[in-house]
T-cell receptor, first 115, second 115 residues
Framework: AQSVTQLDSQVPVFEEAPVELRCNYSSSVSVYLFWYVQYPNQGLQLLLKYLSGSTLVKGINGFEAEFNKSQTSFHLRKPSVHISDTAEYFCAVINSGGGADGLTFGKGTHLIIQP | NAGVMQNPRHLVRRRGQEARLRCSPMKGHSHVYWYRQLPEEGLKFMVYLQKENIIDESGMPKERFSAEFPKEGPSILRIQQVVRGDSAAYFC?????????????FGPGTRLTVL
């Protein structure tokens, strides 16, 4: 079984400032990791995913995340945020060994961009 | 290529009625996942289906909930005798292949309100 912890339920940031959204996971098996974004009243859109290889993953909209196996973390970062980045961000994991599991999500972090 | 379609987008039911939620996966996708999002919570996996088969229903409540993905037509999530605690957003996702590394593409969700 896996679990995902997103420590911050809300993160307020000024426009053009950098941001980091934290994600830690727990799993007894190897996992793949994902970040999704949800805009109001919409479905989830994939930002990026880590499967293997380089631990720094670049995604859409200028976001990147770094996988740290020893700290079981997968924090999401953006060097300069825009008003349009205001949304809910979800970290998720899935058993990389296959099987029939669905994604396990964290509770989400609401990113609030202040002008 | 149209994305994942869900309908209705909003559904209001009185306690004891049945709710039927529909999901049409992306073209070429034969794998469907259903998730439930309660207020202030992340998404919780409910069930994973392939055409005409339920692969994993470990996240489904044991009673009142059922899902199907027929050979023709959309996937259906059915909730019988709804209760207020069923009020939530229900999201469907689809993927082209069965692998854990494959991106799940999410629909806009159905927001169920039980009066």
């Amino acid at each position: 079984a896996q679990s995902v912890t997103q420590l911050d339920s809300q993160v307020p940031v000024f426009e053009e400032a950098p941001v980091e959204l934290r994600c830690n996971y727990s799993s007894s098996v190897s996992v793949y990791l994902f970040w999704y974004v949800q805009y109001p009243n919409q479905g989830l859109q994939l930002l990026l995913k880590y499967l293997s290889g380089s631990t720094l993953v670049k995604g859409i909209n200028g976001f990147e995340a770094e996988f740290n196996k020893s700290q079981t973390s997968f924090h999401l970062r953006k060097p300069s945020v825009h008003i349009s980045d205001t949304a809910e961000y979800f970290c998720a994991v899935i058993n990389s060994g296959g099987g029939a599991d669905g994604l396990t999500f964290g509770k989400g972090t609401h990113l609030i961009i202040q002008p | 290529n149209a994305g994942v379609m869900q309908n209705p987008r909003h559904l209001v039911r009185r306690r004891g009625q049945e709710a039927r939620l529909r999901c049409s996966p992306m073209k070429g996708h034969s794998h469907v996942y259903w998730y439930r999002q309660l207020p202030e919570e992340g998404l919780k996996f409910m069930v994973y289906l392939q055409k005409e088969n339920i692969i994993d229903e470990s996240g489904m409540p044991k009673e009142r909930f059922s899902a199907e993905f027929p050979k023709e037509g959309p996937s259906i999530l059915r909730i019988q005798q709804v209760v207020r605690g069923d009020s939530a957003a229900y999201f469907c996702a689809s993927s082209p292949l069965a692998g854990a590394a494959d991106t799940q593409y999410f629909g806009p969700g159905t927001r169920l309100t039980v009066l």
